[in-house]
């Protein structure tokens, strides 16, 4: 049964608030499922590249010219689904960052006629005064 959009949110905010207090946390329980994920399909990819290989070299060795087209075609495909398991570009981005999927993200938001940036974190500062922020944290609690 699929969640109501009521649960939808709250599911989205605890997500949100674990990724604020904790995202190293988030990052890890993240991870792992997506990873491997991507090495299983890596491997399959490989595998698939040197049937690849072999169907090409029989149509090369067999004078078949489809044959090793065919083979070509079976190649550049596992390499391109490696090559992309690898750098991660098949991972969802609501997965990787429940904010970054939101359409308007980053985008100005028209507000009553007014328009306003969209609140970046939860203080609102630039990326350096949110980092000078964490570095006082951490020195002031002493370590990382």
Avoid: Y
């Avoid at 009521?6 to 890890?28: I, N, Y």
């Avoid at 070509?72 to 750098?87: E, I």
Wanted: glycine share 12%; net charge positive.
């Amino acid at each position: 049964m699929p969640l109501s959009e009521e649960e939808l949110r709250l599911l989205e905010q605890m997500e949100r608030a674990l990724v604020e207090e904790d995202p190293k946390l988030a990052s890890t329980l993240r991870g792992t499922a997506f990873r491997r994920t991507a090495r299983r399909r890596a491997i399959i990819a490989g595998v698939c590249f040197a049937i690849g290989v072999a169907v090409l070299m029989t149509g090369a060795v067999a004078r078949i010219t489809v044959l090793g087209i065919a083979g070509f075609v079976v190649m550049l495909g596992s390499a391109t689904v490696a090559l992309a398991a690898m750098r991660g570009h098949h991972a969802a981005p609501a997965a990787a960052d429940p904010r970054a999927a939101h359409p308007s993200r980053g985008f100005t938001v028209i507000d009553g006629g007014r328009r306003t940036k969209r609140n970046r974190g939860s203080n609102g500062g630039s990326f350096m005064e949110r980092m000078e922020e964490r570095w006082r944290r951490r020195r002031e609690h002493g370590g990382f």
